[in-house]
């Protein structure tokens, strides 16, 4: 009896050794695991195959911008049609996963421009835009992309950026310097330079080498900015204008038609561009907190 018990005794204890190695064994594969995985991805920046599915069902962070977190993968998804693109129109061999964070990294800092200003780009404004660029398709099938990565990728940035340029442009606080050199033609044309010469050094218009000349408009064809200038008198100059993208001054140097019943008119104009959104972007980047997870 006593030897019956002994040998249960014994064959407990090497059962309970065995178990220990297997756990042993086992903490010791997932623990190598872990640091092959992690090594695969913070340093050698995995994004194909296993690492594309595992960093899309586990949270994995590549970055922070401002407490926002870049995901790795959405790294990963970019990777992909950033090899793509590189291998059909570059010879150049760079790291396809480098270029998605940077570009991941500066779409963020979009985002966060635009909220800066206001700007809210909504969902259904994202599904709203027309994709209708021949081979976008057959594109996105090449390189294993959804119609909706493609408008959470490329249509809502793109989206972001036209909506923060049209706030940049209506915002006085970002347009002083071409304001300043409008109100400085208009005080020398009041000190009595001449229109042309001032249109041919300052401004930004196509038809600076022509003095400003735009030729003749009818009523019609005057464009909505300058429609009050059909009836001003012959040598009125208007005060600053304001249309989306650029400031004017117009001059009317011509008028034909029946002095009761003008035909046409003929506009000399001075135009500055208004300063666009990369400037004050630039600057608001440079001021963005980037932690990296990857080297």
């Known amino acids: 009896m006593k030897i019956a018990r002994h040998e249960k005794f014994h064959n407990h204890e090497k059962r309970l050794s065995l178990s220990y190695v297997g756990s042993f064994f086992a903490l010791?594969?997932?623990?190598?695991?872990?640091?092959?995985?992690?090594?695969?991805?913070?340093?050698?920046?995995?994004?194909?195959?296993?690492?594309?599915?595992?960093?899309?069902?586990?949270?994995?962070?590549?970055?922070?911008?401002?407490?926002?977190?870049?995901?790795?993968?959405?790294?990963?998804?970019?990777?992909?049609?950033?090899?793509?693109?590189q291998k059909k129109t570059s010879n150049e061999n760079n790291d396809p996963f480098t270029l998605a964070l940077r570009r991941l990294i500066a779409d963020k800092q979009l985002e966060q421009f635009g909220?800066?200003?206001?700007?809210?780009?909504?969902?259904?404004?994202?599904?709203?835009?027309?994709?209708n660029e021949p081979g976008l398709a057959d594109f996105l099938e090449s390189v294993q992309w959804s119609e909706a990565d493609y408008r959470k990728y490329i249509v809502t940035p793109l989206l972001i950026a036209q909506d923060s340029e049209t706030v940049v442009a209506k915002n006085a606080e970002f347009q002083t310097e071409p304001l300043e050199?409008?109100?400085?033609?208009?005080?020398?044309?009041?000190?009595?330079?001449?229109?042309?010469?001032?249109?041919?050094?300052?401004?930004?218009?196509?038809?600076?080498?022509?003095?400003?000349?735009?030729?003749?408009f009818t009523k019609d064809e005057l464009p909505a900015l300058y429609k009050d200038m059909f009836e001003a008198e012959l040598g009125t100059v208007s005060p600053i204008l304001e249309a989306e993208?650029?400031?004017?001054?117009?001059?009317?140097?011509?008028?034909?038609?029946?002095?009761n019943e003008r035909a046409r008119v003929a506009l000399q104009v001075i135009t500055v561009n208004k300063t666009g959104m990369l400037p004050a972007f630039t600057k608001f980047k440079e001021q963005s907190k980037i932690k990296f997870f990857v080297r």
């Open 245 to 259: 993208d650029f400031y004017s001054i117009a001059k009317v140097v011509d008028i034909s038609g029946d002095p």
């Open 28 to 85: 010791a594969v997932l623990f190598a695991s872990i640091i092959i995985g992690l090594f695969g991805f913070y340093v050698e920046h995995w994004y194909q195959g296993p690492a594309s599915l595992i960093a899309r069902v586990f949270p994995v962070p590549a970055a922070v911008v401002d407490r926002d977190i870049i995901w790795y993968g959405d790294v990963a998804k970019m990777a992909g049609i950033m090899d793509s693109i």
């Open 115 to 131: 909220e800066s200003l206001g700007v809210h780009v909504s969902q259904s404004s994202v599904q709203n835009f027309v994709m």
């Open 181 to 216: 050199k409008m109100h400085k033609i208009l005080n020398d044309l009041d000190s009595g330079f001449n229109f042309t010469d001032l249109a041919m050094t300052r401004s930004d218009d196509l038809s600076a080498p022509s003095g400003g000349d735009t030729g003749y």
